[in-house]
């Protein structure tokens, strides 16, 4: 039986976790799995689960987040018509099978080695919040052929590794190459889902050894973060929504950007050792 008393703390750490996911996701546009991967990582270590296999944990469990958040919202986008479903049917096979080799490379890795994978990537996307500009341009179309091959498992394979949906590579990847925002944004979401059902799969018989696992805890993916969480961003994402109307999201985007960089750069300093 879990203990009570550990249950009531992860309890009270997801709840908070999850309701500030969602504002944030409502305010500033941004993917869960960017604020949740450390998030989790930082909860679960905090109950003692610090493990070899902690980052697996958080990464399989945010992804799992990730299909109920990225299906609700790429139907909500498709019934704006927002959803650029050429793109989507075109980048699936590739993006599918970078989630599938990213699971089985994530799988044989020490966390520590994930931890360094997200500190670094997570700082590039922080600084390309941060410094990025909606007029750069690769392209005026969406890559083809040998391209498209490359980049979209490519895609798929690194956002396993971070444990983050289709955003925080996709829309800047299609904004690069000449995508309207809105429809970079609406298009990702079928990234995430397209991300995470496979990857999420595979972690489901990822084995943890039960000194490591947290309570609820089904191959790496950990049912008690899963459903508080997205229960919490349930109810609080569209009062993000309403604050970005609000006020202009621009500054805080880069305040979060910011943030992010220090979460990333302090995740690379564990890693590290220093």
């Known amino acids: 039986m879990p203990d009570t008393?550990?249950?009531?703390?992860?309890?009270?750490?997801?709840?908070?976790?999850?309701?500030?996911?969602?504002?944030?996701?409502?305010?500033l546009g941004v993917g869960g799995g960017i604020v949740l991967v450390p998030a989790f990582f930082y909860a679960f270590q905090t109950l003692g689960y610090g493990g070899p296999q902690l980052m697996q944990l958080c990464l399989a469990t945010s992804l799992a987040t990730i299909i109920v958040t990225s299906v609700r919202s790429v139907l909500s986008h498709n019934r704006k018509g927002a959803v650029d479903w050429e793109i989507l049917r075109t980048w699936a096979p590739g993006i599918a099978i970078g989630a599938i080799l990213g699971v089985l490379v994530a799988a044989s890795l020490r966390s520590v080695t994930l931890q360094v994978?997200?500190?670094?990537?997570?700082i590039v996307i922080g600084l390309y919040m941060g410094f990025g500009r909606a007029s750069?341009?690769?392209?005026?179309?969406?890559?083809k052929g040998l391209k498209r091959a490359i980049l979209s498992p490519l895609m798929g394979f690194m956002?396993?590794?971070?444990?983050?949906?289709?955003?925080?590579?996709?829309?800047?990847t299609m904004s690069l190459f000449n995508v309207p925002i809105h429809r970079a944004v609406a298009t990702a979401a079928g990234f995430g889902v397209l991300i995470a059902v496979p990857s999420v799969i595979g972690f489901l018989f990822?084995?943890?050894?039960?000194?490591h696992r947290p309570p609820l805890t089904v191959g790496a993916v950990n049912l008690v973060a899963f459903f508080v969480v997205i229960a919490m961003t349930l109810i609080t994402a569209p009062l993000g929504v309403k604050l970005a109307h609000a006020m202009d999201p621009k500054p805080l985007k880069r305040v979060f950007a910011v943030f992010l960089t220090l979460v990333a750069l302090n995740m690379l300093r564990k890693a590290l050792g220093w």
Do not use: H, K, Q
Request: proline share 5%; charged share 10%.
């Open 5 to 27: 008393t550990l249950l009531i703390e992860m309890l009270i750490l997801l709840l908070v976790i999850g309701a500030i996911a969602g504002v944030l996701a409502g305010l």
């Open 117 to 122: 994978v997200f500190g670094v990537f997570g």
């Open 136 to 143: 750069w341009r690769l392209g005026d179309e969406m890559p």
């Open 159 to 172: 956002s396993v590794l971070m444990g983050i949906g289709g955003g925080s590579f996709g829309v800047p």
């Open 206 to 211: 990822l084995p943890i050894a039960a000194e």
